[in-house]
């Protein structure tokens, strides 16, 4: 089990950047698949961004593509998601999520048991 907490979260204005971090607790971060997601008000949690354990694959939904970049540092037990060119669509309480260790990378919500406590993101028009 890990412990996620985000960090970096706020208000931008449209067309801005934020970084995200997710720093996790214990020694075995390296053996989780790890993502992003995010849910907005009145709607469903949604995936954004995952990463394999070992970073050599990342995933994104369609909206986020050419937009938002997922990394991992395994030395330093962190998860990021670089968030650039932001919309106001993108508002939204972001968390991290860790999959069952030394599995493959999901995309449902469901699949993830241990999250992260969340960040706002809120982007002006």
């Known amino acids: 089990q890990v412990q996620l907490v985000e960090s970096g979260g706020g208000l931008v204005q449209s067309g801005g950047s934020l970084r995200l971090s997710c720093a996790a607790s214990g020694r075995t971060f390296s053996t989780y698949p790890m993502a992003w997601f995010r849910q907005a008000p009145g709607k469903e949690r949604e995936f954004v961004a995952a990463?394999?354990?070992?970073?050599?694959?990342?995933y994104y939904v369609d909206s986020v593509k050419g937009r938002f970049t997922i990394s991992r540092d395994n030395d330093k037990n962190t998860l990021h998601l670089q968030m650039n060119s932001l919309k106001p669509e993108d508002t939204a309480v972001y968390y991290c999520a860790a999959a069952p260790a030394y599995g493959s990378v999901k995309y449902s919500p469901g699949q993830y048991d241990m999250w992260g406590p969340g960040t706002r993101v809120t982007v002006s028009s």
């Open positions: 990463i394999s354990r070992s970073a050599d694959r990342t």
